[in-house]
């Protein structure tokens, strides 16, 4: 079965950095659009950046210019690289990935908690 494996959270003061790595394993991991969410107290689940099958990235406006998404098909493993991070970045970080076209999905990892300190 598919399972996602974030690890990388933790505590940091504003203007920090942090690396999330996701951990995948049950799947064709290299043809799979893979992705990073976060949802903070309160509010709803979105998404903040994903990676494409053949690299291409998208990123939520909010980080664009600070965070880097990247993926290694040969170890299965999709990463997040938070910088000049901000206290409105504090929020659990979520893998996720899945296939809208062919119904396939969604997955998403246990998370893994991001607090950034003013």
């Known amino acids: 079965q598919v399972q996602l494996v974030e690890s990388g959270g933790g505590l940091v003061q504003a203007g920090g950095s942090l690396r999330l790595s996701c951990a995948a394993s049950?799947?064709?991991?290299?043809?799979?659009?893979m992705g990073w969410y976060r949802q903070a107290p309160g509010k709803q689940r979105d998404l903040v950046a994903d990676?494409?099958?053949?690299?291409?990235?998208k990123y939520t406006d909010s980080v664009k210019g600070r965070f880097t998404i990247s993926r290694d098909n040969a170890k299965k493993m999709v990463y997040l690289q938070m910088n000049s991070l901000k206290p409105e970045d504090t929020a659990v970080y979520y893998c996720?990935?899945?296939?809208?076209?062919?119904?396939?999905?969604?997955?998403w990892g246990q998370g893994t908690q991001v607090t950034v300190s003013s």
């Open positions: 049950g799947l064709a991991f290299s043809i799979r659009r």
């Open positions: 996720h990935t899945d296939s809208p076209d062919t119904g396939w999905g969604p997955y």
């Open positions: 990676i494409t099958s053949d690299g291409n990235t």
